[in-house]
C-alpha cells in the first residue's frame, strides 16, 4: 500500500471548514483513498473514500487532486464533536491483503 | 445496521489469567479483524477472518488465540498475558465479495473496542 503523509496536528474554528491534506505521491492507479477518523477511546469510524473523482456524503467532502498525489478532505462546518485523529489510508487493489493500515494520523482540535 | 459490538468494555487481569474478548455484528459481513492500539498510537492489524477461516495473522505471540465460531461472532482468547499487552483492542468487519476476491471498495466498520489492563 502507498504510504501517506499528514500534519500530525490541526486546529479550526467551530462552525468554520476544516480541511485535512494528505500526501500519497508514490499512489498507484489501482489504489483508492480512504479516511477515517477516532474520536478518544473509541473505534475509528469510516468517512468517505475515493479512487479519482471528488466525493461527498453527510459527513464530509473528499477532493482528489488530478495527478492523484494529494487529497483534501473538507468538514464543511466543524464541531466540538468534529474533535479527533484523521486518517488517510491508501489501499491496493488485489494482494488479497484485507486490513487497513494506518499511519500517524492528523490530530484535529476544533476550538469554540 | 452498522454497528459491531465489544464485550467487555474493560478488562483487568493478572498475568496468570485466562479472558476472553467477544466481537459480534450481524450485518452479514465475512472478513473479521482484531487490531490492538497502544496508547497515541495508530491500530495494528492482529488478525483477519475470512469466511471463518483464519487468513491473517501477523506474527501475533499464541497467548493471543483468535476464534471465529460463527459468520457473526468473534472471539481473542487471552492467556498469560504480559503488562505490555495493555491496549485497546478493536474488532472490526466487512463485506467480502461473493466470489470470494478482494474487494478494495469493502468499507470496515469497527468496534468501541475492549480496554484491557494487564497486572
Known amino acids: 500500500d502507498a504510504k501517506t503523509t499528514q500534519p500530525p496536528s490541526m486546529d479550526c474554528a467551530e462552525g468554520r471548514a476544516a480541511n485535512l491534506p494528505c500526501n500519497h505521491s508514490t499512489i498507484s492507479g489501482n489504489e483508492y483513498v480512504y479516511w477515517y477518523r477516532q474520536i478518544h477511546s473509541q473505534g475509528p469510524q469510516y468517512i468517505i473514500h475515493g479512487l479519482k473523482n471528488n466525493e461527498t456524503n453527510e459527513m464530509a467532502s473528499l477532493i482528489i487532486t488530478e495527478d492523484r498525489k494529494s487529497s483534501t478532505l473538507i468538514l464543511p462546518h466543524a464541531t466540538l464533536r468534529d474533535t479527533a485523529v484523521y486518517y488517510c489510508?491508501?489501499?491496493?487493489?488485489?494482494?488479497?491483503?484485507?486490513?487497513?493500515?494506518f499511519g500517524s494520523g492528523t490530530r484535529l482540535q476544533v476550538q469554540p | 445496521d452498522t454497528e459491531v459490538t465489544q464485550t467487555p468494555k474493560h478488562l483487568v487481569m493478572g498475568m496468570t489469567n485466562k479472558k476472553s474478548l467477544k466481537c459480534e455484528q450481524h450485518m452479514g459481513h465475512r472478513a473479521m479483524y482484531w487490531y490492538k492500539q497502544k496508547a497515541k498510537k495508530p491500530p495494528e492489524l492482529m488478525f483477519v477472518?475470512?469466511?471463518?477461516?483464519?487468513?491473517i495473522n501477523e506474527s501475533v505471540p499464541s497467548r493471543f488465540s483468535p476464534e471465529c465460531p460463527n459468520s457473526s461472532l468473534l472471539n481473542l482468547h487471552l492467556h498469560a498475558l504480559q503488562p505490555e499487552d495493555s491496549a485497546l483492542y478493536l474488532c472490526a468487519s466487512s463485506p467480502v465479495g461473493t466470489s470470494g476476491r478482494y474487494k478494495v471498495t469493502d468499507t470496515q466498520y469497527f468496534g468501541p473496542g475492549t480496554r484491557l489492563t494487564v497486572l
Open positions: 477472518y475470512s469466511y471463518e477461516k483464519l487468513s
Open positions: 489510508i491508501v489501499r491496493v487493489v488485489g494482494t488479497g491483503r484485507r486490513a487497513l493500515t
